[in-house]
């Protein structure tokens, strides 16, 4: 689930911008004035969003973006000045004063794009184990020897077989050295 860290010097501005966002349907994890806690936060965390002006208490934004756990992005919320001046290539930014309906927003498809990149990582099919290798390798030989196959058509012929069958890869080097 995405998390939300709101972090400004002024925990006024915080806890402003945290009840607007609760308006808005979003969960805000926690409520900060300086970096160290944003850290500390976000690494007991999955992932997630941080927003937060150009300085806080104790680092610059930059700081705090080198910081981060994999699996946060930085929302800078600064004055247009101290955007032109020091803004980082890939990070997304709003200049002050920060309008209701461009955070809203700019929340929103972070979101999305956040909750995109979670799934594409959880459709990636996972690393095979040493065992499984051997599975399919002790499959290929078998077809290389019995049909005359070459090495990359036994694979291609394993490979076909089983996205034609729905079965996964090792399954189907196993039936294969079982009917065999």
């Known amino acids: 689930m995405l998390s939300i860290i709101v972090a400004f010097p002024k925990i006024e501005d915080a806890e402003k911008i945290k009840r607007l966002l609760i308006q808005e349907e979003f969960e805000v994890n926690a409520v900060c004035t300086t970096g160290a806690q944003v850290v500390w936060i976000a690494n ?8 937060c002006g150009y300085r806080l208490l104790d680092m610059l934004y930059r700081q705090l973006n080198s910081y981060l ?3 946060f992005e930085l929302l800078l919320i600064a004055s247009p000045t101290k955007l032109s001046q020091n803004i980082d290539g890939n990070l997304v930014s709003l200049t002050l004063p920060v309008k209701r309906k461009d955070l809203i927003d700019t929340l929103r498809l972070m979101t999305y794009n956040y909750n995109r990149k979670k799934k594409k990582e ?3 099919p996972r690393k095979r184990s040493e065992k499984e290798k051997e599975i399919i390798i002790k499959a290929k030989l078998v077809l290389m020897e019995r049909n005359n196959m070459s090495e990359e058509e036994a694979y291609r012929y ?10 996964n890869m090792v399954e189907m080097a196993k ?5 065999i």
């Open 158 to 167: 394993i490979q076909k077989t089983s996205m034609d069958s729905g079965i």
């Open 44 to 51: 007991e965390l999955d992932g997630g969003i941080v927003i």
């Open 175 to 179: 039936m294969i050295l079982n009917l």
């Open 69 to 71: 756990p994999k699996g």
């Open 122 to 124: 959880a459709d990636r």
